[in-house]
């Protein structure tokens, strides 16, 4: 149980381009969604927390008009990188809590990104 | 700010020995702290929540502490494995229920 699944595993892009990332709990319900990054030989960073139905929030330094993120239903949260840089280029990683009032979070196998 | 650090960047062990690995956290206290397994390339694996109030918590060869005194958690792995060698993330609640994650130990058992 607790599976969490991401589409792409990975994708290319040109500069410029968006690109839209799928999260999905596959055998529970998640109220709650939060998307990482993760620079190579680094630790992951939390970019925005996600909630069923309501405003993604964001941290401190992540643009919200760059990182559009929505959690349409109990089941799905997508991140779309508008106008991508190569900067941008990096791992995302998300991870959902169960609805059921657990702490865990289960976190999904990440999506490569690369922007040339 | 609040910070989890895990220390030892890598850890290079024998098969069948115990590999224990810190994370220590300063400027706050995480109500749990949990445990992950992540490979190259690949999302972190959950493996144990321990929190604020439990002193330790096992699951098969696996053992994770909790002292608030030092602020610190240890993870243990007995009769460790070459398919143990992973990176291991230590990861503390925010107060939101997101996760501020350490850097990492990247552990090898050696056959």
């Known amino acids: 149980g607790a599976v969490v699944s991401q589409h792409p595993s990975w994708v290319i892009c040109k500069s410029g381009t968006s690109v839209k990332i799928e999260c999905r709990s596959l055998?529970?319900?998640?109220?709650?969604m939060f998307w990482y990054r993760q620079f190579p030989k680094q630790s992951l960073m939390l970019m925005a927390t996600?909630?069923?139905?309501?405003?993604?929030?964001?941290e401190q330094g992540v643009e919200k008009d760059k990182f559009l993120i929505n959690h349409a239903s109990l089941t799905l949260s997508t991140l779309t990188v508008t106008s991508a840089h190569p900067e941008d280029s990096s791992f995302y990683i998300c991870?959902?809590?169960?609805?059921?009032?657990?702490?865990?979070?289960?976190f999904g196998p990440g999506t490569r990104l690369t922007v040339l | 700010s609040q910070k989890i650090e895990q220390n030892s960047e890598a850890l290079n062990i024998q098969e069948g020995k115990t590999a224990t690995l810190t994370c220590n956290y300063t400027?706050?206290?995480?109500?749990?702290l949990q445990w992950y397994r992540q490979d190259p390339g690949r999302g972190p694996v959950f493996l144990l929540l321990?929190?604020?109030?439990?002193k330790e918590k096992r699951k098969e060869r696996l053992k994770v502490t909790f002292d608030t005194t030092l602020k610190q958690s240890l993870f243990h792995i007995t009769a460790s494995q070459p398919a143990d060698s992973a990176t291991y993330l230590c990861?503390?609640?925010?107060?939101?229920?997101?996760?501020?994650f350490g850097s990492g130990t990247r552990l090898q058992v050696q056959p």
């Open positions: 321990i929190r604020e109030n439990e």
């Open positions: 991870s959902a809590i169960s609805s059921g009032g657990t702490d865990t979070q289960y």
């Open positions: 055998d529970f319900q998640a109220t709650t």
């Open positions: 400027n706050y206290s995480p109500a749990y």
């Open positions: 990861a503390g609640d925010t107060g939101r229920r997101a996760l501020t």
């Open positions: 996600s909630n069923e139905g309501s405003k993604a929030t964001y």
